[in-house]
Structure formats: structure tokens, C-alpha cells
């Protein structure tokens, strides 16, 4: 936009530089919020560079889109990227019967099969433990929780989310999808436990509601310093945003981070890697703690939500 209007516009009239004003004081605006996930930026999470098998876990996050019938192209990445956990969402019945064919090696499941564009279906490989399928603002949108159960013994706490987006079709205002996001971020204790927080959160990296998501979980996000890792729309190459998540406590480092190509759904799948790495707690920064007025905010936004369930 402010290349066309240094070539159209004749700038004999005020409101000419007006505008070319305020179109750069907006992109420098938003220069300034996407930076930090641009290669430019300090990293948040740290490479691991070692061997450590029993410490490492990877994910494959895939929105598989209800009427999308190319099963096999999720499968196909789940074969060549062998991944120890597998959370696919927008899974109905019919995908659930699809993915069948993994149950041999991923032996722990939950599967919520829904025809609302919100089902949800966990597979893996790594033992699952005190699971509980929550549905913390709608009886329409299922979470899950509970913990992970690395080869090393150690219990990793998870909670696998798809909260509504605000859209025409869907929500008319964020309230609800901010509500779910926040009231995860305000109940977490990042401090107590080793934690993972991953799924379509439906809202970018950078927004107000995620960055705050990060401030009250203290979880880290290995994308900054990084890249977009854009998975949404994968139909129209220069409208993508990240909308596809994955957080966690700072006992991790990232090992692999990468978005999959199509299996023709209008999000991209995201495997992620990563290594459980207590020693590297001291040398990873912590996110910003939210102040005062946040929380209040943020508890604002909960209560505007009208919570069925708050016990995390």
C-alpha cells in the first residue's frame, strides 16, 4: 500500500501525507510485533545438539479438515516422520475409521469423533496417563488433558487444545476462543511440572491473547527467533498465519520444527521434536510475567466466557 500511493498519489493535497503517514506508522507497527519470529530475533528455545532418546518426544498436529477425504496423506507423513504423539483435529467418524490402520503401533487413544468441525483424536506411542476430556467453555468444543509419560519416567502434563475462532460462521466476537486460551494459561503452574500445551489455538503467535497466554503459563514458544511456520491458509500462499501451535515449559529445547506439506486440508500439519533438558533451565529465558492489569484482563475475558469448567 505505500508503494502505491508513492506511485498514484500527486501528494498536492494534505491528505495525501496524511495517509502515507499513517500506512508507515501501521507497518512499523506491525514490524515491531512480528519481529521477534523472524530469523533476526534472538531464539526463546534453544537447539539441542546431543543423543538422548529416552528424553526426546515429537508431535505431528494436524487440523485435518471434516470434508477433506485425503486420509492418506496424513498417514503417509506419519509414517516417514514417525512421531510419538499424533493430534489430529476436525476428526470425524469417518476419519477416525481411516486412521484406524495406526492402532497397531500408537496403542494409547482418545478419540472424539464430531461432525461439527471440532472432533479430536490423540494417538500415541508413549503411555498416557489420567486423561480427561474437558469442555471448558462449550459443551460443542472438547479439549484434552492429562499427562505424557516420557521413556525416561518423567511425567509430562499436556493439554491438547481447538478453541472457536471468531468468524462469520463460527463466533461473532474472540470472547470464547481468548476465554479457553487464557483460562489454561491462568491455571498451569509452569514452575510445578513439566508442561505441553499444543493444537489450533485459532489466533497468531504475536496477538494480545497469545502473548498473554505465555505471560501467565510461563511457557516458551520455540518459534520465536525462528520463523512464521505459517499453517493456515494453505489454499492461498500469501494470506498464511500461524495458527497451529506448540507450547512448552522451559525444561525443553527444540530438536526439529517444521510445517509438512499439504494433505489437503486448509491448514498445514506442524512435527515438532523436542528434548526434556532440566539443565538447560538456567540458560533459557522465562516469557515476561504478566502484571496487574493483565491478570485483570485476562480474568475479564474468562469471566466473559462463562466457564463450565475451571479445574485444570
Avoid at 504423539?85 to 478419540?111: H, M
Avoid at 489454561?184 to 508442561?195: I, M, P, T
Wanted: proline share 5%.
Amino acid at each position: 500500500m505505500i508503494s502505491l500511493t508513492l506511485v498514484y498519489y500527486t501528494f498536492r493535497e494534505a491528505w495525501h501525507y496524511i495517509l502515507l503517514f499513517l500506512l508507515i506508522g501501521s507497518f512499523i507497527y506491525q514490524a515491531v510485533k512480528i519481529f521477534p519470529y523472524t530469523i533476526f530475533a534472538k531464539k526463546q528455545v534453544h537447539k539441542f545438539k546431543g543423543s538422548d532418546p529416552k528424553g526426546m518426544i515429537s508431535l505431528l498436529i494436524s487440523n485435518v479438515l471434516t470434508t477433506n477425504k485425503r486420509s492418506d496423506k496424513l498417514i503417509a507423513h506419519v509414517q516417514a516422520y514417525k512421531p510419538d504423539i499424533l493430534l489430529t483435529l476436525e476428526s470425524d467418524q469417518r476419519w477416525e475409521n481411516e486412521l484406524s490402520v495406526l492402532e497397531d503401533e500408537y496403542i494409547y487413544k482418545v478419540k472424539i469423533p464430531k461432525d461439527n468441525f471440532y472432533g479430536m483424536h490423540l494417538y500415541s506411542k508413549l503411555k498416557l496417563e489420567d486423561i480427561e476430556i474437558k469442555h471448558l467453555i462449550s459443551d460443542e468444543i472438547p479439549s484434552i488433558h492429562g499427562y505424557i509419560r516420557l521413556r525416561n519416567g518423567r511425567r509430562i502434563r499436556f493439554h491438547c487444545l481447538h478453541p472457536k475462532p471468531p468468524s462469520p460462521s463460527e463466533d461473532d466476537t474472540s470472547t470464547n476462543r481468548d476465554a479457553e486460551l487464557l483460562l489454561v494459561g491462568r491455571e498451569l503452574n509452569a514452575e510445578r511440572e513439566s508442561v505441553l500445551v499444543f493444537g489450533d489455538l485459532n489466533d497468531v503467535a504475536w496477538s494480545r491473547t497469545t502473548k498473554l497466554f505465555q505471560k501467565l503459563s510461563g511457557l516458551l514458544d520455540p518459534r520465536i527467533g525462528r520463523g512464521f511456520y505459517n499453517t493456515f491458509h494453505a489454499d492461498y500462499s500469501l494470506l498464511r498465519w500461524p495458527l497451529d501451535h506448540v507450547f512448552h515449559t522451559i525444561d525443553f529445547t527444540l530438536i526439529k520444527l517444521k510445517c509438512l506439506k499439504s494433505i489437503n486440508s486448509d491448514h498445514f500439519p506442524v512435527f515438532i521434536k523436542l528434548n526434556y533438558d532440566p539443565g538447560k533451565k538456567s540458560l533459557q529465558e522465562k516469557p515476561e510475567k504478566a502484571n496487574g492489569d493483565e491478570k485483570e484482563w485476562a480474568n475479564e475475558k474468562i469471566e466473559d466466557g462463562k466457564p463450565q469448567e475451571t479445574d485444570l
